[in-house]
C-alpha cells in the first residue's frame, strides 16, 4: 500500500521513525513529509534512509513530477503524527502553505488517520477542539492522545500514542493487513542510529488486525433540569479496559462515551454521548461499519418525561414536584435488528448485571435477558451496592446464543476484557474458516 507518513513539528517526531520503521517492514512503500519544523526535530537524512524515498516539504522541488498533486492522488492511506496543533489547524482550515498541507487537501477518498501529540492545554484549548471536530465532521480519523508525562514537567493528556497504536489503528482504517499488503519485507540492515524495530507482534498475527470494534462505556445521564440529571454507578473502567484489550488485539477502536470517570485509552477514537438517546444515534451510526459492536455502557432504561428549561425549584406554595419517566429505546436489541434486517456479518455483545432475587438466580435472568436482546453473547456479572460498579476487579460469566458452556472470567477488569476479546476473536474465527 502506498502510504504518505506526514510528521509535524513535535518532539515526538522521533517516535515516528519507529511508525515508518513499522509500516516498512510490513511491506509498505511509504513517503515521508516533514513539515519544516519537524526537521529541526528529526532530519532529512533519517525520513530518507529509512524509507527508501527522496524527503521534501517543499512545492517547489521535484517540480517536473508536480508532486503536490501526485502525492495525494497516489496515496491509499496518508497518516500525520505527530499531528500538531498549528497542523491540526491548517489542516482543518485548509491551507495549502506546505507539501504535506497540499497533499491533505489532495487527498480525495483517501482514508488520512492524525495522531496528536502537544501539551494539555493546546489539545483542550477551544480552538483545537473545533479544529479536530472539523476535521473529524468531514472523516478524517483523529485518534486520542495518550495521557502521561509531557516534554517539560507537566503530564496529562497529550502525548503521542505508541507507534504500534497508531500502526494498528492506521491498517484498521485502511482495511489492510500484513498479509494483504505484500509479503514483508527482509529484515533491512538499519542505518546507524536508527531506532530498533519495536518488538510487539506484528500486527498480522494480531487476532482483530482489520477489524473496527466500537464499544460503548460508562453511564448514561438523563437531565432532569440544566443541573441535575438521573445517572448510575458505573464508572466505564470495564469498557475502557475492553477497548484497550480490543487495539491490543489489532483493532480499529471506537469508544462511545458515557460519562466516565477513567480516560479512554490512547489510540482509539472517542465519540461523547450524555444520553441513551445521544447513544442510540452514536451507537447505530457507528455500527454501519463496525464487526464487532460491544455495548458496555450502562444505559438508563427510563429517562424524565418533561425536561425543566430552568432549575426545577423547591416551593412552599406548590406541591413537591413527581418524576414521571418514559423508557428509553433497548438500543442493544435495537443493533440486532438492524444487523439481521441488513444481513450484515457483525458481532454483537451485551453486558448484564443481574442481582439474582426471590425469583430466580443471576444465570436464569441473563438467560432470559440473552433470548430477548438475542445478542450473539451476554457478559454477565453480578452486582450489588459493593460488587463491580467502580473496582478494579470484576467476575463475570459470558453466555453464548448458541448454547455452548457457559465461560467464566475473573480478575481485574482488564483480565476480564482479555478474555472477553479472546471469546470474540475465537467466535469470529469460528464464524469465517480460513481459506
Ligand atoms: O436490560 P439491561 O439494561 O439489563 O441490558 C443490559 C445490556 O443492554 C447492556 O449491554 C446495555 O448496554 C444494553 N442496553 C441498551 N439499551 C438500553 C438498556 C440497556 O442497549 N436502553
Known sequence: ????????????????????????????????????????????????????????????????????????????????????????????????????????????????????????????????????ETLRSRGVTVLEPASGRLTGADSGPGRLPEPEAIFSAAMALAGASVATAGAPAAPSAAPAGAPAAPSAAPAAVRALTGLTVTISAGGTREPLDPVRFLGNRSSGKQGVALAAAALEAGARVRLLAAHMEVPAPAGVEVVQVETALELRKAALHAAADSDVVIMAAAVADFRPADVSGTKIKKRDDVADPVINLVRNPDILRELVEVRDAASRDQLIVGFAAETGDAGGDVLEYARDKLHRKACDLLVVNQVGQDLVFGEDTNSVVILSRDGSEPQEASGSKSDVAAAVIDRISAELSRAVPPA
Open 1 to 132: 500500500m502506498r502510504i504518505v507518513l506526514g510528521v509535524g513539528g513535535g518532539i515526538a517526531a522521533y517516535k515516528v521513525a519507529s511508525l515508518l520503521r513499522l509500516f516498512t517492514e510490513a511491506g509498505h512503500d511509504v513517503t515521508v513529509i516533514p513539515t519544516e519544523a519537524a526537521t529541526r526535530f528529526v532530519g532529512v537524512a533519517t525520513w530518507e534512509a529509512l524509507s527508501g524515498h527522496p524527503v521534501s516539504n517543499s512545492v517547489f522541488d521535484a517540480v517536473h513530477t508536480v508532486n503536490h498533486v501526485r502525492l495525494g492522488h497516489e496515496a491509499e492511506l496518508i497518516v500525520v503524527a505527530p499531528a500538531t496543533a498549528d497542523l491540526l489547524a491548517r489542516a482543518a482550515t485548509g491551507q495549502a502553505d506546505d507539501l504535506l498541507t497540499n497533499t491533505l487537501l489532495m487527498a480525495g477518498d483517501c482514508p488520512v488517520l492524525m495522531a496528536p501529540a502537544m501539551h494539555t492545554e493546546m489539545w483542550q484549548h477551544p480552538a483545537t477542539e473545533a479544529n479536530v
